[in-house]
């Protein structure tokens, strides 16, 4: 599986911004998916993650903020990004998995595949 975001830039606080995450390959509904982070300077962390059954999970950090969401017809994830703050400014990085289990699902050792990534800047 191959995977491609886009739809990062430049928003000002309080703005909105949606990532997608193309994959290629088949099998793209049987993949947990998800979104992770790395800000300048820090570690990667994870920002929201989706199953196969549309069950979702978030950080805390933007939990109410971000949507996560999949449509299995186009093979695609998204990232809705609502009320957007000067922290949430990193590369943002799609992943997915088809083994990962729900006790590591906020883990980035447990996804196989990873995208490119793509910047997002907060400005104040």
């Known amino acids: 599986v191959q995977l491609q975001a886009s739809g990062g830039g430049l928003v000002q606080a309080g703005g909105s911004l949606r990532l997608s995450c193309a994959a290629s390959?088949?099998?793209?509904?049987?993949?947990?998916m998800a979104w992770f982070r790395q800000a300048p300077g820090k570690e990667r962390e994870f920002v929201g993650a989706v199953r196969w059954s549309d069950t979702t999970y978030y950080a805390d950090s933007v939990k109410g903020r971000f949507t996560i969401s999949r449509d299995n017809a186009k093979n695609t994830v998204y990232l809705q990004m609502n009320s957007l703050k000067p922290e949430d400014t990193a590369i943002y990085y799609c992943?997915?998995?088809?083994?990962?289990?729900?006790?590591?699902?906020?883990?980035?050792?447990?996804?196989?595949?990873w995208g490119l990534g793509t910047l997002v800047t907060v400005s104040s």
């Open positions: 992943a997915g998995s088809r083994r990962i289990i729900l006790s590591t699902i906020r883990l980035s050792s447990g996804y196989d595949y």
């Open positions: 390959g088949s099998s793209f509904s049987s993949y947990v």
